[in-house]
């Protein structure tokens, strides 16, 4: 029906910056919040950034201020700034979407398959 594919992952130095991506596509109606998760080798999933539909947004305090998170409603894309990155970001960053569903009145709840991103010297 719909799907998120994220891109933008890889291996970055410490200190170092990364853009990630989140596009949705599919029989959309539209999108209301969109979010960034990460999971860690052993850790259980956290939530890093949220954004709602009108623009407000949240972020994990462990990324408060190194992490920005936004959207572009057009091209039902979200995407995350990551800056000043440390080795403990390193993990697996999926991107999770609220959605309806054109043609009903389906709301879902969308994952991406995931990036990896790798900071480290």
């Known amino acids: 029906q719909v799907q998120l594919v994220e891109s933008g992952g890889g291996l970055v130095q410490p200190g170092g910056s990364l853009r990630l991506s989140c596009a949705a596509s599919g029989s959309i109606f539209s999108v209301n919040a969109m979010h960034w998760y990460r999971q860690a080798p052993g850790k259980e999933r956290e939530l890093v950034a949220a954004i709602a539909n009108g623009g407000n947004t949240n972020y994990a305090e462990s990324v408060k201020g190194r992490f920005t998170i936004s959207r572009d409603n057009a091209k039902n894309t979200a995407y995350l700034q990551m800056n000043s990155l440390k080795p403990e970001d390193t993990a697996v960053y999926y991107c999770?979407?609220?959605?309806?569903?054109?043609?009903?009145?389906?709301?879902?709840?969308?994952w991406g398959q995931g990036t990896l991103v790798t900071v480290s010297s």
């Open positions: 999770n979407a609220d959605l309806w569903i054109a043609g009903g009145m389906r709301y879902l709840e969308v």
